[in-house]
């Protein structure tokens, strides 16, 4: 296992979750908010639940105390709180890359669900890549819908993130 991949999956996700607001900010607050049918809703609320998810794994992974309220329960009303907290967040997750060992990749993490119901145990690589593969998952419903209210997000390849 090696760190160099979720470092570079860490500078994915700023690269990403930048666009994504340049993007949000092209919309009014109403806007941002409207319910368009997506599973959380609104561009706001997606937003929202890329960072909760973000929060609640890396409450795990670091024993950092990052406020999380209820799964679909959104952690900030104001737009400019929300966007400052998650670009936040990605500088948090850069970080918390740059120190990750092969060790600290193949050991097992014990977590209880966030409603309080289930004790897990993976391995901190499955765990650490799930986190990855949920921003990107709910960032391609953020895609969407921008992209139904004709605003475009640009590229999202990997291969395309400038170095």
């Excluded at 409603?115 to 990107?136: C, E, I, K, S, Y």
Aim: glycine share 6%; net charge negative.
């Amino acid at each position: 296992m090696s760190p160099d991949l979720y470092q570079r999956l860490a500078g994915y996700n700023l690269w990403m979750t930048e666009k994504a607001y340049v993007a949000a900010d092209k919309m009014s607050d109403a806007e941002r908010k409207q319910d368009r049918g997506a599973f959380f809703k609104s561009v706001h609320s997606t937003l929202n639940h890329i960072l909760f998810a973000d929060r609640a794994w890396m409450r795990r992974f670091t024993g950092t105390p990052y406020e999380i309220k209820g799964m679909g329960v959104d952690l900030f009303e104001d737009y400019e709180e929300l966007k400052a907290a998650h670009l936040g967040m990605c500088q948090d997750i850069i970080a918390f890359t740059d120190d990750l060992t092969s060790e600290w990749l193949v050991a097992d993490l014990t977590w209880t669900s966030v409603a309080g119901n289930r004790t897990n145990t993976r391995p901190q690589w499955v765990l650490l890549t799930h986190l990855f593969n949920h921003q990107t998952h709910h960032r391609g419903q953020l895609s969407t819908l921008l992209n139904q209210a004709e605003i475009d997000i640009g590229v999202t390849d990997l291969p395309w993130m400038p170095d």
